[in-house]
């Protein structure tokens, strides 16, 4: 399971939406619960404060590959997807985290120290 793109197209601003790309593959065609859950954070590699949860279950396939978008409500500078399925994958939970791009924009524009 990996989350395989997490994209922010244009400035984050509450309100704004952030998509994200998940891959899943399983040894069964059973039925695979998917759980998205959706942070906001000022730390780069920390999840920070949660925005919003998607639960999905799919079955049928040994396959899968989604993509969410979801509209946060809080502000932060570091966007995140984590996603946890049931049953558990080998390799355990999977997250992406971006920099959003209005923060990015602000670093770029200080002079170095």
Request: charged fraction near 20%.
């Amino acid at each position: 399971m990996e989350v395989t793109g997490l994209e922010q197209p244009g400035s984050k601003a509450p309100g704004s939406a952030a998509t994200a790309t998940v891959e899943v593959t399983t040894d069964g065609t059973g039925p695979v619960t998917l759980v998205l859950t959706w942070y906001t954070g000022e730390a780069p590699g920390e999840l920070g404060q949660a925005d919003g949860v998607e639960t999905l279950t799919r079955s049928g396939a040994r396959t899968y590959t989604l993509t969410l978008t979801h509209v946060f409500e809080r502000d932060g500078c570091y966007l995140s997807a984590l996603v946890s399925a049931n049953p558990a994958p080998v390799g355990g939970d999977a997250s992406r985290q971006i920099l959003d791009r209005r923060c990015a924009s602000s670093d770029e524009s200080q002079p170095p120290a």
